[in-house]
């Protein structure tokens, strides 16, 4: 899994549309990064349920011990569900929120607790784009920066507007991948340029965008790798 000719590997563990034998499919997402730059494994939120996450991640060939950091793009069951397992099987674990990490602390006291509202690199060649939403709707996507200086993002259900992650990031870099969940999102024009479009979990309109972007539309099933 850590081919050293990879930027960033990044292995689907929990999702709800699709699933490779020997995973278990529920309804949320989770995707763990492996960083070829520090050699470090991230969590991409948790999903829904913490016992089928850690079933996957294992059947992934990796340990709890290893992930470094969570990253928790919104506040939603089906994307931080398994954050409480995570934590008690790996309890010095970081977690990144897009809210005041004060009710986090509460329930993972023993856990390093940032909130961070602006693009931020958090490790050589992964950035938190920095909350975009309001309220109880804030939401984070991660940005994964590759050796040819292009971004992979990664988003959970795209709340504020898949395009809005996307303006953001060209902002610095070009992207050369997105995947995650688009949900209702409709204004494909911004997809076009990107070379993987990994829409799944609560995108409403794959049939759509694999009707558009036939080439670049990569069907996301857990316990795919991803190699950047």
């Avoid at 050699?39 to 996957?56: E, K, M, P, Y």
């Avoid at 506040?75 to 674990?93: A, Q």
Wanted: charged share 20%; glycine share 8%.
């Amino acid at each position: 899994m850590t081919e050293k000719n990879y930027s960033f590997i990044v292995t689907i563990v929990f999702d709800n549309k699709c699933v490779q034998n020997g995973f278990l499919p529920d309804f949320g997402f989770s995707a763990l990064v492996f960083n070829n730059f520090t050699n470090n494994f991230l969590l991409f939120d948790t999903g829904g349920n913490g016992n089928i996450l850690v079933s996957n991640i294992k059947k992934a060939a990796v340990d709890i011990s290893e992930i470094k950091k969570v990253i928790i793009s919104h506040n939603h069951h089906d994307h931080l569900g398994g954050l409480e397992v995570i934590y008690t099987l790996n309890p010095n674990i970081e977690i990144y929120s897009p809210y005041d990490f004060s009710s986090y602390k509460r329930f993972f006291p023993e856990a390093k607790i940032h909130s961070i509202s602006e693009l931020t690199e958090i490790e050589k060649n992964i950035f938190i784009s920095g909350h975009l939403g309001g309220g109880f709707m804030k939401e984070q996507a991660l940005f994964l920066k590759t050796k040819a200086d292009r971004f992979v993002i990664l988003v959970g259900c795209s709340h504020p507007g898949l395009e809005n992650f996307i303006m953001k990031a060209k902002k610095k870099n070009d992207i050369k991948a997105v995947i995650g969940g688009f949900h209702g999102f409709q204004k494909f024009s911004y997809l076009e340029g990107i070379d993987t479009i990994g829409a799944c979990h609560c995108t409403q309109y794959i049939n759509e965008i694999k009707t558009r972007f036939p080439n670049q539309f990569k069907k996301i099933c857990v316990g795919d790798s991803l190699k950047f």
